[in-house]
Each structure stands twice: as C-alpha cells, then as structure tokens.
C-alpha cells in the first residue's frame, strides 16, 4: 500500500485467528478458528488521526490489541517507526522488547471502570509507567502526574484520591493521563467515548482533539460511531468480518462512498435532525459467524447490488481513486450514497 | 383531550436507599397521543426509564411513587388513574399486558433462558387471549413472520442464547404486538444493539404503528435516535422535565439551556463540525440535586438571582420550558442562528 | 473480538447507574474519595451488624480457649470419684448463716443414690457455704505456653478440695470438670481449623496458581486430579484415611495427621477459588494496562492481581473452615480422629452418645453448643466478609 514519507506505521496482512477448540479429556484439539481479523492492511502517517469504524464483531477492537501486541498475531507485518529504535516489526517482537516499545505506543480503554486498578491511588495509577520505566521518583513523579492530571483536566489535588470518587466521564480522563504519561508517539483509542453520558462524550473528544494538537499524537481511533469517527478522524477505514471494506480521507468517504457495507452503514445511523431526508437501505439478515464466513464477498448475502460473481471471488481491497480503497468488483459500477 | 391516550400528571417517584434520598422523578407531567410517538430523552439518572415503569406501576422497593396520577384513556373516555391501581392487582396485569406493552434494552433478561421462544410466547398468549393452544402456536408463527424474522416455525424451537440481540428484541417486539397494545413502551429498545439492527428495529416498529395505529413512547438517550422516531419530545434532566414540544422545536428552536447544549455537544456524520460545545461539569449525584434550577451549576446562562426553581411553563405552541430565561434566550437565538 | 461493547450508556438500568458510588458520595465526599479500599471494605463490613457481632464471639472463643488453664481451676483430665456427674453449680451471695456476701460462693452438695436406678443424684445444702477465690493457686502449667504459673483466675480455697468443687458447668461421669474440658476442647477444635485451612490455602493457592497462570496442560492435570478428589464421598474417605493412621503415633503426630486429612479435600476448593480468580483477572482491563505500562510479571501478580482477590479468598477461607470443624468432631466422635487423652469437642460429645447419659446429664451436650456457635458464627463472619470484599459497586 501507500508508502510514502512521514509513515508512522504500516499494517500488512495483519491476521488474528481464534482457535475454537474441541473438549477433550486432556488435550484439546482445534477444530476451527474464528477469523477475527483477517488480513488488515493500512498505514497511518505521524500527527494523523485513523478512524476505524464497524459493527461489534468486526474485529476492530482486536486488530488494536494486535497492534499493540496485547495479543499475538497469526499471521503480517506492523512496521513501527520507533523513536528510539528505529523501524521495528511489531509483530516479532519478544516480551522483552515489547516493554520498550510500550513507552511509545499507548492503549486508551473504552471501559473507564475496569481499566483502572480500585486499589490504587492516581497518583500510583498515573505514575505506574514513570515508576515501572524507572523514568522518576519521589517528588518529581508527584510533580509529573500533578502536571498530567491538570492537562487533562483533574485537579492535582485529586492525587491521593482512589477511582471510586470519580465518574466516568473523569476515570477516563484519568486513563487518558496515564497513557500520555510516557510522551508516546502513538495512542490506540479504543471506543474511548461509548460508554460515556452524552453530554461528557463532547468533553473527552474535545480533550483527544487538543491533545492531539499538541503533542502531534497519531491516533488509531476505533469505534462504532459513525459520527465520532467523522468529528475526529483524518483518514477512516470501515471494517466488516474481520476486513478492511473501505479505506479513505474522512470526507472523501463520507462522501462519495464505494462499497456497499459503508453505504448500509451511514445510511442506518440516525441523524439528529427531523428535517434530514435520508435514504434508508435497511439490511437483511445478520452479521455472519467469523468462524465461518461466507464465500466470495463476505458482504454478498447481505448486498442489495450482489451479483453472481460476488458469490465466488473475493473482492481486493484496490485503490478505486486516489487515496480511495474500496473492497468491492462494482465500486465504480455502482452509484452509493446516502 | 379527544387525541390524548395517556395523561402523566405531576408525577414523583423516590428512591429511598442508605445512602439518602434519590428523588428520580420529580413532578413530571406529559401527554401521549394516540397513535402517536413520544420521545423522551435524557441522561444516565434523569428518570427517564423510572418514568416509564411508574406508568405500569412497576416500580419496586426501594422505589416508590409519591405523588401523581397517571391517567389512561384507552377504555372509554372516563379515565383510568394507573397509580391508584393495586399494583399485583388483575385491573393492572390485563393492562399491562393486552393495553400496554413494554420492550426493554436488553431483551436477554425479558426471556427466560430455560424454555424455548415458542412455549414461552404461545404461554403468554394462551393465558392473556384466551387461545386454545394450537391457534396461539400458529398466532407466534404469523407475529414472528411480522418481526421479519425469518422461518419463525423453526425458531420457535429455539432458546434465547441461540438468538442475536436484534432477534431477541424482535421477539420482545412481537410477544408486546400479540395483544395489540394501544401504547407501546420502549425502554432504550436499541442501545445494546448495532447500528444496522437498530435502524432495522426501528424500521419495524415504524411500520407496525402504522398497521397497528398504537401509541409510542419511547425512551432514549439518542439524539439521532429521537429525531428519527418521535413526534413530541420530552427532555429530562435530573428527574424533571426540562423542555418539551414537537420534534421539528425541540432541535431547531429549542429554549432551555440544556436541550441547547445537548444538540451542539454531539457529533455528527451528516456534518462537519469543527468542535463541539461542551457542558461543564459531570451530572450531579442525583442523591444531591443542585438547589434552584437543577442545571444552574453547568449552564452558560446562570444568573444568580433569576434563577431560582423555574416552574414549568408555556412560552409558545405546545412548547413548555423550565427556565426562567427562556425568552431571553429564545430570542437571542433567533435573532442569530438556526441552532445547527 | 471485541469485547463488551455497548453504546452510549452504560447497559446497568438506569436506576442503579444512578446510585451513587460506593457509601453515600456527598454526604463525606472527601473522606470516601482518599478512603483506601480496605478502609471502604471495613466501612462496608462495619454495616454488617451479624458479622461484627460474631467477629467479637469468635475473639472471645479464641481468647477462651488460648487462656483455658488460666480461666479453669481444675486439671480438665483430674478425676474425682467423689463427684460424678455434678450439674452445672449456681453461685450464691448468701453464706451459710444466712446473710448477704459481696464474695460469691457455692452451697454445699450432698449427695445421693437413687436406690432404684442407683444413680447419684446431687442437692444443695445451704447450711455449708465455700466462698470464691479470685487468682487461687492450684495446679501449676504454663501460660501461654511461656510462663511457669500455678494462678489461675478464680476457685475454692485449696484446703477444701476433698469435700467440696466448683464446676460452673457440671462434671462427667469421671468427675471431670467440664468447663476445663470445654475450654481445652476448643484449643484442639479450634485451632485445627484454622491450620487445615492454612494448609489448604497454601496447597490451593500454590496449585490454583499454576493452574491459572500457566494453563495449558498443567492446567488440565491439576483440575482433573481436583475433580477426581472431589467425587470422593468425603466423610469414607476421612474415615479410610484416619483409620490408616498408624496407631503407635503420639498424640501430636495424629493431630498433625488429621490437620492434613482435612486438607486434602478443603484445597481443591480454594485451588478452583484461586485459578478462576486468576483467570478473570488476566482479562481485566487494568492488568493488562499495568502491562502496557511495563509491569513486570511479578508487579503483575503482586502488586495488580493478588490484592484484588486476597479479600475474597479470606472470606472463602473463614467460610470453609466450619466444615473443617464440622468433619473433625464428626470423626472424633466415630473414635476415629483424636482420641482420649486429648480432648476435643469431638472426643468430649463421644462421652455423651448414649441417650441415657443425655437424659440423666444434659450438660454434656454442652460441647456441642459450642461447636454450633462456632459454626454459626464462623458462617456469619464469612458472609460478612464476602459482601464486604467487594466494595466498588458499580
């Protein structure tokens, strides 16, 4: 794919299958594998923002952990430009290496309850990483978290307090302090905003723009809002079965889009506004077993413009114009939008 | 009043637990037409789905209804007050069921996981319509086929585990549907789903209130959601209504604070926006409700002295506003922007 | 996969998502907020008003039975033919000409022989009164196992010994004073429960641990071996075990042999305990943020997963050691656990196991209250712990 300058990291073929297993009485034998991702490829450049957009099950959320080495990937290649290391292969590194390449990457959860330790104060929380890289101590890591917890947004004087005393919306504040906490190149926000009130998700996308802004942070941002992925996103890549769809720049996609499944997509999410006029293309069916997919186009039974060949030749992810991927035979063929 | 198939008035609902006093419902008072679609909105712990278990005089200790009537309309043209009923009661079980139908957001826990979908539905319809067994065992097949499930025979034989959650809602929709209720309630129907299964349940529960001619009011914390499905609008904050009028208002003409701030905090995927507006602050503890206006400490309005406790009132065409600077505010807007 | 993923908000209904966070936010707002979470967890343990009230019974037990030689006047395996079978004994401030004593004493006994059944049946007689003694010599032993002392707490006047006891709760048919045997009892019965579970917690946590951790096959092994233990009938299999226990072994030995027999079944319990809340916490988000963070694995397990779970494993822990409680009085009172001379509240209900002992001197029974106030209030306390092990209600 794309390999131009200022590439911060290139996914290729990235595949991540599950095994499901047989119960024996000791052993366990694989009898088929869930294909959770099944050969990701995209690239971000450094200082962007890349929306990763589907339904539960695609497999965003995995090919994020995959990234970041939370789990290990079946099978390609994730070429990081490390700041300290150079271009390193994410993909075979070993749990000593991994460690280092944690100070650049980070991971924000989308959970702000369960991804903070209940028995830890934020000042522990915070400066975990300052502690655990051996980075600083005493009073300068006092001094750092209280810096971290005024940047997004905390009082220091919070520091002693444990996360029970403070709402969502604030744990993932807290989150968001942690992961900054060792400078990273890069963040993997992983649906940072879904489980939030309405009125706190604004503040928190607010606070990931500005941040952004300011440390020139590249975000892979994974969610299955449409219109999140819209706010904040540069590039946006749609995933559906453990595949990339379509792949281009924000507008560039949210306006002329080139594969069916986007197209179902935007047009299901509902608009705020009573006056919108829009074109429901309502799909049939259900999402189908990433265990077992179907033949061809994964998206054919479900496509209202299938055509026979659609039924047993998978469809490439091919650049349709420029800086515009479509997964789809008929993308140009077609006529989508909403 | 001819229209009017529900009648909520002055409504309050307390919680009372250790930890203090959580009033969740605080004199709430709305209207629900016939064959019309009512949509209240609000965040986590404004009372909204409280709300609506009141109505069925569903509400469970530590709850309790204090103080109201909710008064239905669909007998005849004397009203029925639901509150007054005895909660276990037979009056309150036939209209609940077979007058008033509720879906919740996780249809998971409305089925029982040990009978198959088949013996629990043709159960409930034997016992509510009086059906000898094999006509309810064909009714199940015809309402499934409805839903827009597909080949409802066989499903029938299935547990619930064995079903998506767009299935399951849409057994939940079609078991509701059996006694052609004149009022549905729906309880967040499609926040534990995806967005395709979403827009197609709602698409269904458009096309079965057209069919059907029934009342919906539908609870929600979608803003998408609501201007997509509802006629009127009903913002909750805090356990009180903060504003309320029809769809088209409500989000290009809206005069509380809060609806303001809610419209311009959310991001859109039919429009570029550069930033979003925030509001302030976190939503207060709801065992510690602000003093005065329940919003005061997170509005861009605030003025000390006017805003004491705003009474709910009318300042336009079916348009209510708890605010006492909601003409100033209306104004200013006007005069400047269609809100988005 | 992606995980749980629920739009908007929070899936819990509305209603307790509005409940505030752990105990009453806002009314101590600040205090809560620095409070640790064993701070919250005895805040919260506090409210369980059953638990405290046991947590108290169970000290005083324990206090009782650590302090038993200095408590008790007479040796609990002294005999005395002059006295069998003596009820439990009132104490008096009415001396024996008849006025009123600050000191408390006991009437005089005389005894009798029913000359039908040919029992001895005891009365009071009032014209002798023996005044109490606080801090009396007697038999000399060790307190605490330290201190050479013969003091002991309360008891009649050394110089009347031959004529006349005290015993607050009755003697047995040797003429044991059975406040002394229960509170001896109660050092054996309670303390091997506590070592069983001990033993069961370090077995259990070691291999529940691997199990957990590792997985794999050596998972596989240890929970097949823990299923296979656990479709033994227990009570056979305790009966089996101590009924191989070589008869020669001393007394201490034995005890040592039950403790383990105990064990062996009480681990794979905990093990199941440990492995799963191992299992759980290895998907937790935090843990696998604190490896992000560059946690090593020993900050992992130390300092991330063992503190979240060490408050449900002591609750589990005090709930499991009735049982142990239970079994061991049940097989000392089949004769096969501990024997004669040492005293358990096993051994001690052995002496009341025919109904014509039970009839004639109900106060036998009394070891057996104790074990039903232990295992009662060992169950309360656990309860109590186990709701208050987790104290973030979300």
């Known amino acids: 794919m794309m390999t131009e300058d200022g590439t911060l990291l290139q996914v290729s073929d990235l595949k991540k299958h599950f095994p499901i297993y047989s119960q024996g009485v000791f052993r366990r034998q694989a009898v088929n594998y869930v294909r959770a991702v099944d050969g990701v490829s995209f690239t971000i450049k450094r200082g962007e923002v890349l929306g990763l957009v589907g339904e539960s099950?695609?497999?965003?959320?995995?090919?994020?952990?995959?990234?970041?080495?939370?789990?290990?990937?079946?099978?390609?290649?994730?070429?990081?430009?490390?700041?300290?290391?150079?271009?390193?292969?994410?993909?075979?590194?070993?749990?000593?290496?991994?460690?280092?390449?944690?100070?650049?990457?980070?991971?924000?959860?989308?959970?702000?309850?369960?991804?903070?330790?209940?028995?830890?104060?934020?000042?522990?929380?915070?400066?975990?990483?300052?502690?655990?890289?051996?980075?600083?101590?005493?009073?300068?890591?006092?001094?750092?978290?209280?810096?971290?917890?005024?940047?997004?947004?905390?009082?220091?004087?919070?520091?002693?307090?444990?996360?029970?005393?403070?709402?969502?919306?604030?744990?993932?504040?807290?989150?968001?302090?942690?992961?900054?906490?060792?400078?990273?190149?890069?963040?993997?926000c992983d649906e940072p905003v879904s489980a939030l009130d309405v009125s706190i998700q604004a503040q928190i996308l607010n606070l990931l723009q500005d941040l952004q802004a300011q440390f020139q942070l590249t975000y892979l941002f994974i969610s299955h809002d449409l219109s999140v992925v819209r706010h904040l996103s540069d590039r946006v890549a749609v995933m559906y079965v453990g595949k990339i769809v379509e792949i281009a720049d924000t507008e560039e996609l949210f306006n002329s889009i080139r594969h069916p499944y986007s197209e179902a997509l935007l047009s299901s999410a509902p608009t705020p506004d009573p006056r919108a006029k829009r074109k429901h293309i309502p799909l049939k069916g259900e999402v189908p077993d990433p265990a077992n997919p179907p033949s061809g186009c994964y998206f054919h039974p479900r496509c209202q413009y299938v055509k026979d060949r659609c039924k047993v030749e998978t469809p490439p992810l091919r650049e349709t114009t420029p800086g515009h991927w479509a997964a789809c035979h008929f993308s140009e063929a077609l006529s989508l939008g909403v | 009043m001819q229209n009017v198939l529900l009648e909520v008035k002055d409504l309050h609902v307390n919680f009372f637990l250790t930890e203090g006093t959580v009033r969740a419902v605080n004199g709430v008072s709305f209207e629900i037409e016939r064959g019309k679609t009512l949509g209240v909105v609000g965040e986590s712990g404004c009372g909204k789905s409280v709300t609506a278990r009141a109505i069925l005089n569903m509400v469970r200790p530590p709850g309790r209804i204090l103080s109201g009537e909710i008064n239905y309309y669909g007998y005849s043209d004397a009203p029925v007050n639901l509150i007054a009923l005895d909660p276990e009661g037979s009056e309150i079980r036939r209209i609940r069921w077979g007058e008033i139908a509720m879906i919740f957001q996780e249809p998971m826990t409305s089925l029982s996981p040990v009978h198959t979908i088949g013996n629990q539905m043709t159960e409930a319809i034997c016992l509510h319509l009086n059906m000898p067994k094999d006509e309810a065992l064909r009714y199940s097949i015809e309402l499934l086929e409805r839903v827009g499930l597909p080949q409802p025979g066989r499903l029938l034989n299935h547990y619930r585990h064995e079903l998506s959650g767009g299935m399951r809602q849409r057994v939940m929709i079609a078991m509701a549907l059996s006694c052609k209720p004149k009022l549905l309630i729906a309880d967040e129907p499609t926040t534990a789903v995806d967005v395709t299964t979403q827009a197609q349940v709602l698409n269904l529960m458009r096309d079965l209130q057209q069919e059907f001619g029934m009342a919906i009011l539908y609870i929600t914390h979608d803003l998408g959601v609501v201007a997509e499905m509802a006629d009127k609008v009903v913002v909750m904050y805090l356990g009180e209504e903060v504003e309320g009028a029809d769809v088209d208002t409500i989000y290009y003409n809206p005069a509380h604070p809060y609806t303001r701030a809610l419209l311009r905090s959310i991001p859109r995927h039919d429009i570029r926006l550069d930033r979003l507006e925030t509001i302030e602050g976190n939503v207060p503890d709801p065992t510690n409700i602000p003093k005065g206006c329940a919003f005061h400490p997170r509005c861009h309005y605030y003025v000390p002295a006017q805003c004491v406790h705003p009474p709910y009132q009318q300042i336009g065409d079916g348009h209510w506003v708890r605010c006492t600077r909601a003409h100033e505010i209306g104004q200013q807007s006007s005069q400047t922007e269609q809100v988005l | 996969m992606d995980s749980i993923e629920s739009k908007g908000q929070p899936i819990k209904a509305e209603v307790e998502g509005a409940l505030p966070v752990a105990l009453g936010a806002g009314i101590e707002d600040e205090k809560i907020a620095v409070a640790s979470p064993r701070q919250l967890m005895w805040w919260k343990f506090r409210k369980h008003r059953v638990a405290v009230a046991s947590a108290v019974v169970l000290v005083i037990f324990y206090l009782l039975a650590l302090f038993a030689d200095f408590l008790t006047f007479y040796d609990p395996n002294a005999y005395n033919s002059d006295f069998k079978f003596v009820p439990p004994q009132s104490i008096t401030f009415i001396d024996a000409e008849g006025n009123f004593s600050l000191r408390p004493g006991v009437s005089g006994l005389i005894s009798k022989r029913d000359p039908e059944t040919l029992r001895i049946t005891y009365e009071t007689d009032p014209t002798r009164w023996y005044p109490i003694h606080f801090f009396v010599k007697g038999y000399s032993y060790k307190l605490l196992g330290l201190i050479e002392t013969d003091v002991h707490l309360f008891g009649l006047d050394p110089a009347v010994a031959e004529e006349m006891v005290y015993c607050p709760l009755g003697s047995d048919r040797l003429g044991r004073d059975m406040l002394a045997r229960v509170l001896h009892g109660a050092r054996i019965s309670l303390s091997i429960g506590l070592f069983s579970v001990f033993l069961s917690l370090a077995l259990g946590i070691f291999l529940g641990g691997i199990s957990g951790y590792y997985g794999g096959l050596i998972d596989n092994i240890i929970q097949r071996v823990i299923e296979f233990l656990r479709s033994i009938p227990d009570l056979p299999l305790w009966m089996a075990l101590s009924a191989a226990l070589p008869p020669d072994w001393s007394q201490e030995l034995r005890y040592f042999g039950i403790t383990i027999i105990l064990s062996i079944i009480g681990w794979t319990r905990l093990a199941r305990e440990v492995r799963g809340r191992f299992l759980a916490l290895r998907t937790e988000d935090f843990v696998l943020s604190a490896r992000l963070c560059g946690a090593k694995d020993h900050r992992i397990i130390l300092r991330h997963m063992v503190p979240s779970f060490t408050s449900h494993i002591i609750a589990s822990l005090t709930l499991s050691i009735p049982g142990i409680i239970l079994a061991e009085t049940g097989l000392s009172f089949l004769g096969l656990g501990l024997r004669q001379p040492v005293i358990s509240w096993g051994v001690l209900l052995q002496e009341a196991q025919n109904i014509r002992t039970v009839a004639l001197a109900p106060w036998l029974l009394l070891p057996g209250l104790a074990v039903v106030i232990t295992v009662l209030t060992f169950n309360f306390l656990g309860d109590g712990l186990r709701d208050a092990a987790d104290p973030f209600n979300r």
């Open chain 1, 57 to 188: 099950g695609c497999g965003k959320t995995t090919t994020g952990r995959v990234i970041l080495r939370a789990l290990k990937p079946t099978g390609g290649e994730v070429l990081f430009q490390d700041r300290d290391k150079g271009e390193v292969d994410l993909a075979r590194l070993d749990r000593a290496e991994l460690r280092d390449i944690w100070r650049n990457i980070q991971l924000i959860f989308q959970d702000p309850y369960s991804s903070l330790n209940p028995r830890m104060t934020l000042e522990q929380i915070v400066g975990e990483p300052l502690h655990n890289y051996d980075i600083l101590h005493g009073g300068a890591l006092h001094d750092r978290v209280a810096e971290l917890l005024r940047l997004v947004g905390l009082r220091p004087e919070y520091m002693s307090r444990y996360p029970h005393a403070f709402s969502g919306g604030q744990r993932q504040r807290i989150g968001i302090a942690r992961a900054l906490a060792l400078n990273p190149q890069m963040i993997i």
